[in-house]
């Protein structure tokens, strides 16, 4: 009399396999999920650190000239500044434009300007390259390994050495 019906496997799968199917696609959505944060994490890294290279050889061959300001602070006395300027046909202007030539320059990712003080002898060089639109670059290279570009703090890097050395190369050709 009364026969409950079962369907047959194929149609109507049973509650365990629905439940296996729909932690599959679970399964699949949080992969989904990781490789899209994974894509847009390599994207932004992408970006962010491409971004952080500067090319001083551009600045330094579209300028018609350049001034150099060689700064000594020491303690509390007033700081002693030198100041000159080269044409791009000087032979001081193509001394500095060599030196700068393998250098590789990144800006830091921490541009805390404020923490940076001397409370100790300070030297420094600093160049303004300028073109015939006054489109500048200034680079300041301290002789403790501190360097800005454009006011943002970078590390400078080329064959002979680090920014210390830099400065050393480009206040002897400077003096």
Known sequence: ?????????????HLGTRF??????MKDRNLRFYA???????????LYLSNRRIDLNVGINKS??????IEDVVSLSPPEVTAKAYSASDDTYQALSEILQ????????????RAYS?????HCVTLRYADAQNQNLLLTVYSDGVCQVNGKFCTLRSPS????????LLRDAAA
């Open 1 to 13: 009399m009364g026969t409950t019906h079962r369907p047959t496997g194929s149609q109507e799968p």
């Open 20 to 25: 296996r199917q729909g932690e599959a696609f």
């Open 36 to 46: 899209v944060a994974a894509l847009w994490l390599a994207l932004f890294a992408l």
């Open 64 to 69: 018609t000239g350049v001034s150099v300001s």
């Open 102 to 113: 393998d250098v590789d320059c990144y800006k830091k990712l921490r541009q805390n300007a």
């Open 118 to 122: 001397h409370d100790y002898e300070a």
């Open 161 to 168: 050495g680090g920014a210390e050395v830099i400065y050393r």
